[in-house]
């Protein structure tokens, strides 16, 4: 079915079948991925757009599969390097809508940097960040999010890992995100809701994913979780980033889901006062270029 969109152009509704990847889906039976899948297919189905708006980066994980398992385009790239990627593609086309996947491993170990300044500079892309606390592609070495004294073969009894965690949600209110949320592989319906206001949200939006391996971090599987998970509170003020911030270190027997922050916010591109729409759509004054450059050389 086409439908007007708001520019005045024609657009076609996403159905499920267009989404069917043309591989497999390889990932192990029970993993929290599927849910991950299954709620960013409503979502695209939900937002008003064409296929050809919507744009998949991921760094190497299983996490970092998802562009291969939906009918979209995408673009997998190295480890930790998927935000650099997705920022490019942003500058160049604010027309799409760039939507990052990567594990704690990814955007939190290699990519951190990446992250706080991607959040610094409100880019105006969507960060999934698909937390199981371990690293699963690579067979079970601990992460920046693994819970101190987590055995894995890298953190071996006595100690198991022997530091805390890092604050997924912690990390993003501080560098400067405008809008940072968490959801559960478990609850389709909620996540499915956080990723379309993630897309919409015109800033840098991060979404932690709480996802179990159920091969390498058993002790935080569907159980673990759907005991722990429930809902920020009708009163809760997402306006406020004291409070988000307080509400990122609660993370034991409870674990809080919902939207922690939001803020309308100047992004990247707006600030730079960049051409909005596709770079290559607008042109350049070259002898106003080149009377700058010989300014400068005087
Ligand atoms: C620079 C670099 N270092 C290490 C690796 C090996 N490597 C590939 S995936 C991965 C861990 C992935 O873990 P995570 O990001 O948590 O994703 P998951 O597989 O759990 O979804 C590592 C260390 C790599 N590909 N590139
Ligand atoms: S190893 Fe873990 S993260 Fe990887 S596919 Fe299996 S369950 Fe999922």
Redesign the pocket.
Known sequence: MDYQTARGGWCTMIEREDLEPPQEIQWCPGCG?FGILRALKQAVMELSNSKHEFFLVS??????KTPHFINLNGFHT???RAIPVATGAHVANTDLKVIVH??????L??GLGHLMHAARRNVNITCLL?N?G?????KG?Y?PTSPHGFVSKTSPPPTGVPMDPVNPLGVALIGGATFVARGFAGDIKQLTELIVDAVKHPGFALVELMQP?VVFNPKWGWDFFRERVYKLEDDYDNKSKTAALEKSFEFGDRIPTGVFYKQEKTHFVQELQLPEGRLRDHTNDREEIQNIIDEMLV
């Open positions: 991925n760094g190497i994980g299983q996490s970092g190295l480890h930790g990567g594990g704690d491993g990814d955007l170990g290699e698909h199981n371990v690293y699963g592609l690579t070495q992460s391996c």
